[in-house]
């Protein structure tokens, strides 16, 4: 799949759709609390797609942008008493200072070596924030502070926050649709698609994937902290290298490389996660077997098989 | 350096754990011509090709283009001088379709490259130009088909509308003729010629009589080192060239 051969309108129409049906979901029976945590995660999802399926470039230590995030919004919110939009905006902030910095080490290597120096840099930030102080360790940044968004609207309100969250979500979707569909998009495909050729047009490869980079972490940085404003939680669980995994995960599942396919891999993998919640370990056995179906069954994921099976049908 | 030449390299060489791939090479192109680098496989062409444009960097030497050393800059830093390079296999975007790949190239010249938060409907400016160049190689027809469906010899008529939206200086072109059937040879040939008018172009060429149409001087490269240089008479009579050529098994 590439962004070029999706149909735009039809892009337009299913965000559309997507949008109405998470608007009305809570009405219909659907748990606000999961609803939220999905809509993250799948905001992290989407951000990783922006790297690995449009980027080409397969990170493995995504979870040191998330976590980094959660726990700076968590620090600001709960210890600076910040209102929860300048929080988030610190945490989107911190991520991105963070994905100059990590992209700048990293770019320059490819595949596995790159894979390899991601994981290797965010293993660093995990041992940094087990030992640091103001993360409190196993224990994380509890009970942090909803607060007044913009001072009018109180995010303790579920229903609230929920709106909230699905604002956040959809404005950065369609932030990313257009940075795929974006002068700077084309490059980044070409690049992908024929490195040596594109360079040899007078393009400076690495720079176009360190700014694909950077914005892939401030995307997963704003997942991150608005996750700490949901859960009230900024703790070590995001910032594993488990969570690394579990987004590259979500990602196969839903369809590399595909607009939709991270948000669909998002909800099947929490929905399992919380339907599955009562055989506890059971849970990783689990999804790590739909794992290995999925990639010896359906490598394109499910929106990307839907999306070849579309295409063949005309 | 002297002003008509456009590309000089002075002792150029490259080695590979030991292997010489390319020795000692000092090279003129002069502005304007056509010129041709052959030799039988393996004697060095793509290898100086890389180096010139720094897809390799060499062991010893220097290379000038347009009175400037550039020896040390970066490969994407060349192209934007105008040293554009094509390469031995077609290189091509395949999911973009032929205008977007001619696009990307018009994008490059035109900035806003790293507009992340513009539409692609901006580029659309750059359409009509697009069309002129793929009209002028031939390509009407295929205009909106991605570049991976297109027979071998034109995704090589693709490349060369690519490079020519960039419109550089001196072309490097490796091999623009292989494996194309004749109809196609005939085309590209004219179109190399057509395109040499207004710059100076540098290519690799196996097949002898486009290099006897179309070039106006000769260098023969063999086991990485200069044998011969000249016209193409000249260059055929050399007893050397006649050797190494018969030796590597060529006509
Ligand atoms: N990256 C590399 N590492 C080691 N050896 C190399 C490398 N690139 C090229 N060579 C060797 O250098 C020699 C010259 O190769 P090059 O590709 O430049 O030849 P060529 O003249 O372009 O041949 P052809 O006509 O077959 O394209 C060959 O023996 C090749 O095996
Ligand atoms: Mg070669």
Redesign the pocket.
């Known amino acids: 799949m590439t962004p070029g051969a999706a149909p735009r309108g039809g892009i337009w129409v299913a965000t559309g759709v997507m949008t109405a049906a998470l608007a009305i979901a809570p009405f219909v029976g659907v748990y606000p609390v999961f609803l939220m945590k999905a809509l993250c995660f799948a905001l992290f999802a989407c951000a990783f797609n922006l790297l690995v399926g449009f980027g080409g470039l397969l990170s493995f230590g995504h979870a040191m942008f998330l976590g980094t995030a959660g726990y700076v919004c968590a620090h600001a919110a709960k210890i600076w008493g910040w209102p929860p939009e300048l929080a988030i905006l610190a945490g989107t902030l911190a991520a991105t200072l963070l994905g100059v910095v990590a992209g700048a080490l990293a770019i320059r290597r490819q595949g596995i070596y790159f894979a390899m120096i991601t994981l290797a840099l965010a293993q660093m930030m995990f041992f940094f924030y087990v030992q640091a102080p103001f993360t409190h360790g196993e224990d994380g940044i509890q009970a942090v502070p909803r607060g007044m968004l913009f001072g009018l609207l109180d995010l303790s309100e579920t229903l609230i926050m929920y709106y909230v969250v699905l604002t956040i979500f959809v404005a950065a979707f369609l932030f990313i649709c257009r940075i795929v569909n974006s002068p700077f998009g084309q490059v980044l495909q070409a690049i992908r698609e024929n490195e040596p050729r594109a360079i040899s047009l007078g393009y400076d490869a690495e720079r176009y994937k360190l700014l694909a980079f950077v914005l892939s972490a401030a995307l997963s940085g704003l997942a991150g902290s608005t996750k700490a404003i949901v859960f009230q939680l900024a703790s070590l669980t995001d910032v594993h290298w488990t969570m690394s995994g579990e987004v590259v995960l979500m990602v196969l599942l839903g369809g590399m490389g595909t607009i939709f396919g991270p948000v669909v891999g998002a909800f099947a993998i929490i929905g399992l996660e919380n339907y599955l919640s009562g055989f506890g370990q059971w849970v990783t056995v689990i999804t790590g077997g739909i794992f290995v179906v999925c990639v010896l069954a359906f490598r394109r994921g499910i929106v990307g098989e839907l999306g070849a099976w579309w295409a063949q049908r005309k | 350096m002297a002003a008509d030449n456009i590309l000089e390299t002075r002792g150029l060489t490259k080695e ?2 030991g ?1 010489v ?2 020795r000692d090479v000092s090279l003129v192109v002069r502005r304007g011509t056509i010129h041709a680098l052959i ?10 090709f ?1 180096l010139l444009t720094h897809f ?1 960097t060499p062991t010893r030497g220097r290379i000038f283009f347009m009175g400037r050393d550039i020896t040390g800059s970066r490969p994407a830093a060349i192209a934007r001088l105008g040293l554009v390079r094509s390469f ?1 296999i077609s290189a091509v975007f395949p999911h973009l379709s032929v205008l977007e790949n001619v696009r990307i190239a018009l994008q490059r010249k035109r900035g806003h490259s790293y507009d992340f938060w513009r539409p692609a409907a901006t580029l659309s400016v750059l359409d009509d130009r697009a069309r002129e160049l793929i009209d002028a190689v031939g390509l009407t027809d295929f205009t909106t088909k991605p570049a991976v469906e297109l027979p071998y010899g034109r995704k090589r008529a693709l490349e060369i509308a690519t490079t020519l939206a960039l419109d550089p200086e001196m072309m490097l072109l ?2 623009p003729t292989a494996g194309m059937a004749h109809d196609d040879v005939q085309r590209i040939s004219e179109l190399i010629k057509t395109v040499a008018c207004n710059r100076t172009v540098l290519m ?1 060429e ?1 097949n002898l009589s486009v290099v006897s149409k179309l070039s106006d001087h000769i260098t023969v ?1 063999a086991r ?1 080192e200069i044998l011969a240089q000249g016209d193409y008479a000249a260059v055929s009579k050399n007893p050397d060239v006649v050797q190494a050529y018969m030796g590597a098994g060529h006509g």
């Open positions: 590979f754990k292997f791939a390319v030799g039988p496989n393996g004697a060095g062409k793509t290898t100086c890389n390799l031995q490796d091999e690799v196996h490269l990485g």
